[in-house]
């Protein structure tokens, strides 16, 4: 029976821990990734987390194995990784990915809306006029 998006969700909700803003700030604070799997136009249009580091969901497996010449240095397994994304799906799916790539340290922040709501320091997009 095929996989559905739901189902590919729950899993990842299932396996990757959410953590609270103020969790999150504590693990930052003592070495953790936080990592934006939002898309290049999200972060422009809305901004990002002072301090996160950007990789697109699209490139994440690519950027994520040391094997590739595309791995980011950022990642690495004995790294703790918080991820985030707008609302939390994909994030999810990403830590579920890390995880199967051997990061065991994988944990999911859920949205770009809950870190600011929660006053995570943010840099607002800039606006590039007209």
């Known amino acids: 029976m095929p996989v559905t998006a739901k189902d590919l969700l729950a899993a990842a909700n299932a396996e990757v821990p959410r953590v609270t803003i103020a969790e999150a700030q504590e693990m930052i604070a003592k070495g953790a990734l936080l990592l934006d799997v939002r898309d290049a136009p999200e972060l422009e ?8 580091h950007h990789i697109p969901r699209g490139m994440l497996e690519f950027r994520a194995d040391a094997t590739t010449p595309y791995h980011d240095p ?14 939390g799906g994909r994030s999810a799916l990403a830590g579920k990915l890390l995880k ?8 999911n922040l859920g949205g770009f809306k809950d870190w600011k709501e ?3 320091p943010v840099e607002e997009p800039v606006d590039k006029g007209m």
Do not use: F
């Not at 199967?100 to 944990?107: A, E, P």
């Open 45 to 52: 249009a809305a901004g990002r987390a002072v301090g996160s």
């Open 118 to 120: 929660a006053g995570g």
């Open 100 to 107: 199967d790539m051997g990061y065991t340290q994988v944990y």
């Open 74 to 87: 950022e990642l690495r397994q004995d790294r703790p990784v918080i991820l985030h994304c707008a609302s």
